[in-house]
């Protein structure tokens, strides 16, 4: 196999106390197998992450699910101490990575979290107090 799969089969040996080709090529598939089943697009993800890794961005967010309805634009910028600019970039980043939606309404645009920004930010704040 090469250096690549060494360690690996340091390890099959130490769990076993032997390891073969078919061993080796056993969990090899197994290994495979979870990664398929992990996901098969994860560019979603991570551009969903990163975008709340973001002290705006994720100021924001958290913003809206608090307030749990729509908000204006003028309604955020007091709130958020940061330019309008940076305010309308990060709300833009918001809205293409899929965790919050938009209305305009004549003059005004709207903004709300989606269910899948909510999921997100349920699961740190529920994982959060458990790791301590």
Known sequence: MGSQT?????????????CCEADLE????????YQSEAHTDPDADLTALKTLGNDTRYNIVRLLKAADRELCVC??????DVSDSAI??????????????RRKDGTWRYYETTGRAEALLTALDETREGDR
Do not use: K, M
């Open 75 to 80: 309604e955020i910028n007091p709130i958020v």
């Open 88 to 101: 309308s970039h990060a709300l833009s980043d918001l809205y293409d990575a899929g965790l919050v939606t």
């Open 6 to 18: 060494d360690r690996l089969e340091r390890l099959i040996s130490e769990e076993s106390g032997d």
């Open 26 to 33: 056993q969990r090899l598939d197994s290994l495979r197998s």
